[in-house]
């Protein structure tokens, strides 16, 4: 996103084997909500972060946007001068009869971006890439911290993770043209080398979470 720099190094994030990451020792029970949930997540280009999302089977919808500032400024053009509090996020919609929030969480951290880089994300460089959960009740805030505290003292990462834990006060959704991107733009050179590996990651380390 931020000067769009191509490398072959640009991911920057640190794979684990799905057997090698731990699950979430704390959860939300799927007997204790109803209906379809929402997380909402920020792990720097919201291109990239929505479309592993998308990949993941028991989500139903993701739309990308901007959480952490005012209305006022939840567009594109004021969110990259990095000025505005917001983070570029997505938007998760998902059935907790299929996958949980821990479990989504576990993608957020293993797959979707690398927790351990601050206020940037690859080439994306800017408080608005930041990696950050905002969490809409107490129940999320617990699995969030928690699962932040144990991974942290498993040392599965070799840098502490920096990810914010932050109440959800508003989520904005973008611009139409960035959503669904990286389906609608499988050509573009960014996409093809921040995205698909993340993807190709999902489908060879969970085969079986992802939508047929």
Known sequence: MLLRILSTLALGTVFLGAADFPDPAVDIPAASVKGKQTAVLAGGCFWCTEVVFEHIAGVTDVV???????????NYQAV???????????????DPAKISYGQLLKFFFNIAHDPTQLNRQ???????????????????????????AQLNKAGVFPSPIVTEVNDLK?????EEHHQNFCRRNP???????????????????YPGMVKK
């Open 64 to 74: 990308s946007g901007y959480s952490g500032g005012d209305a006022a400024t939840a």
């Open 80 to 94: 990259s001068e990095g000025r505005t509090r917001h983070a570029e996020a997505v938007k998760v919609t998902y």
């Open 122 to 148: 690859g080439p994306d460089h800017g408080p608005q890439y930041r990696s950050a959960i905002f969490v809409a009740n107490a129940a999320q805030r617990r699995v969030a911290e928690a699962y932040i």
């Open 170 to 174: 508003g989520f904005y959704e973008a």
């Open 187 to 205: 050509k573009n050179r960014y996409v093809q080398i921040n995205a698909d590996p993340k993807v190709e990651k999902i489908k060879k380390q």
